[in-house]
């Protein structure tokens, strides 16, 4: 996944479809106005690691993954983050209290896959 350069890559616009009864995009997935449900804020992008660990139990990973708050992002939301598109993958993770302090940062973390149109 390519980052976008400069303070843009902080906030970003979210869209979300109508979805029919086998969950497809009704008139397809276009990006308008009449889609647009939002923004999110504050957006930490996910570190890379130097192998795949995101398939394991025991280790947390953000890899390919954002950090926002704002929306609550669904799976196959658009989000438009300077000029370039995402489609998100899954739901939300990590999004409540540390199970330790109980400090609720209200960031929620998301998979994100590069469109390219």
């Known amino acids: 996944m390519t980052l976008p350069l400069g303070n843009d890559r902080r906030n970003g616009k979210v869209y979300r479809f109508q979805r029919d009864s086998r969950g ?3 008139g397809g997935a276009v ?3 009449a889609n647009l ?9 996910g570190g ?9 139990q025991d280790v947390a990973s953000t890899e390919g993954m954002i950090g926002c708050t704002g929306v609550t ?3 196959g939301d658009r ?3 300077a000029g370039q598109k995402y489609a998100v993958v899954g739901d939300p993770q ?3 209290p540390n199970l330790f302090s ?15 149109s």
């Open 48 to 56: 890379a690691a130097p192998q795949r660990v995101r398939g394991r």
């Open 102 to 116: 109980q400090t609720d940062t209200g960031y929620q973390w998301v998979e994100l896959e590069s469109m390219i």
């Open 37 to 45: 449900i939002g923004d999110v804020h504050g957006i930490v992008w």
């Open 31 to 33: 990006i308008s106005d």
């Open 94 to 96: 990590y999004a409540y």
């Open 73 to 75: 992002l669904k799976h």
């Open 24 to 26: 497809d995009p009704i």
């Open 79 to 81: 989000l438009v983050i």
